[in-house]
T-cell receptor, first 111, second 115 residues
Framework: GNSVTQMEGPVTLSEEAFLTINCTYT??????LFWYVQYPGEGLQLLLK?????DKGSNKGFEATYRKETTSFHLEKGSVQVSDSAVYFC??????????FGAGTTVTVRA | NAGVTQTPKFQVLKTGQSMTLQCAQD?????MYWYRQDPGMGLRLIYY???????DKGEVPNGYNVSRLNKREFSLRLESAAPSQTSVYFC??????????????FGSGTRLTVV
């Protein structure tokens, strides 16, 4: 079946630190891959996406590269801010129309 | 602003009570979804509606019913609430043609507590 595994949190960082959240997936075919972000008290927002192998998605200083050979889509940011404190979800769409989500990783950035 | 609107934002129920969570989208999307979010478990699909007039079960449908009232609205009903249904509920919508590029649009959630 289709599934997403992302690193467990919580992750606590200092401002300006480097952030990486690992995400690996299992899927048939060629899924599209997404990262969603959920700020406290809010719904999920699309952060970035990649639709084919070797694509790099980027937004708000975050990046993730679709690696088919390692079935991974790790999220990175070079210098985090307090405002990046949120829950991050990795997700995929296989060949139907339902997203499969990872369990979410809570990130807290301290000033 | 275009998007997905959920009501209510907060609700407390007693065990055995019933209620309906409302969801409406104004993006003319065909597909709509209900998820629940629980700590450490991510988002789990309860029900979805691929298009107006159709509904299907997701991973965790027991204890819930849904109605796709029209293209805009997709409601979730708890007939007899249980403490295990304490959760945050999210509605989402999408369009099949653009799903792979834009994913879902989510509502802001309903925080439900069953005591």
């Amino acid at each position: 079946g289709n599934s997403v595994t992302q690193m467990e949190g919580p992750v606590t960082l200092s401002e300006e630190a480097f952030l990486t959240i690992n995400c690996t997936y299992t899927a048939t075919g060629y899924p599209s891959l997404f990262w969603y972000v959920q700020y406290p008290g809010e719904g999920l927002q699309l952060l970035l996406k990649a639709t084919k192998a070797d694509d790099k998605g980027s937004n708000k200083g975050f990046e993730a590269t679709y690696r088919k050979e390692t079935t991974s889509f790790h999220l990175e940011k070079g210098s985090v801010q307090v405002s990046d404190s949120a829950v991050y979800f990795c997700a995929l769409i296989p060949n139907d129309y339902k997203l499969s989500f990872g369990a979410g990783t809570t990130v807290t950035v301290r000033a | 602003n275009a998007g997905v609107t959920q009501t209510p934002k907060f609700q407390v129920l007693k065990t055995g009570q019933s209620m309906t969570l409302q969801c409406a989208q104004d993006m003319n999307h065909n597909s709509m979804y209900w998820y629940r979010q629980d700590p450490g478990m991510g988002l789990r699909l309860i029900y979805y509606s691929a298009s107006e007039g159709t509904t299907d079960k997701g991973e965790v449908p027991n204890g819930y019913n849904v109605s796709r009232l029209n293209k805009r609205e997709f409601s979730l009903r708890l007939e007899s609430a249980a403490p295990s249904q304490t959760s945050v509920y999210f509605c989402a919508s999408s369009e099949a043609d653009i799903l792979a590029y834009y994913g879902y649009t989510f509502g802001s959630g309903t925080r439900l507590t069953v005591v």
